[in-house]
């Protein structure tokens, strides 16, 4: 087991309350389940990096070959992706690669069910399909009831009708507030009238 996965092993052991509480086959379990990796970078921690982190080697120059150390850090990219179970946008730091495999995959739900739990390299990425995991447990075992064409067709006019109303209701507020806003502009010529007319009398009396 590498540095990084005994560390989490032990995070796993606190929270849960030691080993002796729970079973000797189900820890077994937890210890293949966490990620055989010996170096994960920070930021990875907050993001799906897909196997891609912080690369060092030498540069060298052209004239006299003299080398100094670089590294290579992922291209790292701050994108929304939809999930379907949560039914909404989840905005997440993936590397280019990991967009690739997500697509190849067919969602970033398909992705986290397909990638085993040892090859997920990050914390977020495991709690993350833990989650998804138990919500599509939860939804193989609900019922699901299907309608008649009659009742669908009726259904899907209420909702038609329901957004016509809706729309109805915005133009219709969008005018009076329209009116509105021309009233006040028109009494607010007509004062500025009446201001210029009583200045004028009051010019002519002076005269």
């Not at 957004?163 to 219709?172: I, M, Q, S």
Request: glycine letters at 8%.
């Amino acid at each position: 087991m590498s540095f990084r996965a005994r560390e989490m092993y032990k995070k796993v052991v606190q929270r849960v309350g030691g080993d002796g509480k729970l079973p000797a086959e189900l820890m077994k379990s937890v210890k293949d389940m966490l990620p055989d990796r010996k170096v994960v970078m920070g930021r990875a921690q907050r993001g799906i990096f897909a196997g891609r982190h912080i690369r060092f080697g030498n540069k060298v120059s052209e004239d006299g070959g003299n080398k100094s150390r670089r590294s290579w850090k992922p291209n790292v990219q701050e994108k929304r992706l939809f999930s379907y179970i949560h039914d909404r946008h989840i905005r997440v730091k993936v590397t280019t690669h990991a967009l690739r495999c997500i697509d190849k995959a067919g969602g970033i739900d398909e992705y986290l069910l397909k990638t085993p739990y040892n090859k997920m390299d990050t914390e977020m990425g495991i709690v993350w399909k833990a989650k998804i995991e138990k919500m599509y447990s939860e939804l193989a075992e609900m019922e699901v009831g299907f309608f008649p064409p009659e009742e669908e067709a009726k259904i899907e006019q209420g909702f038609d009708e329901a957004r016509a109303a809706k729309r109805d209701f915005r133009r219709e507020a969008r005018r009076a507030l329209a009116k509105q806003r021309q009233l006040e502009a028109g009494t607010d010529q007509t004062t500025e009238v009446t201001d210029t007319k009583e200045e004028v009398s009051d010019a002519a009396a002076k005269v």
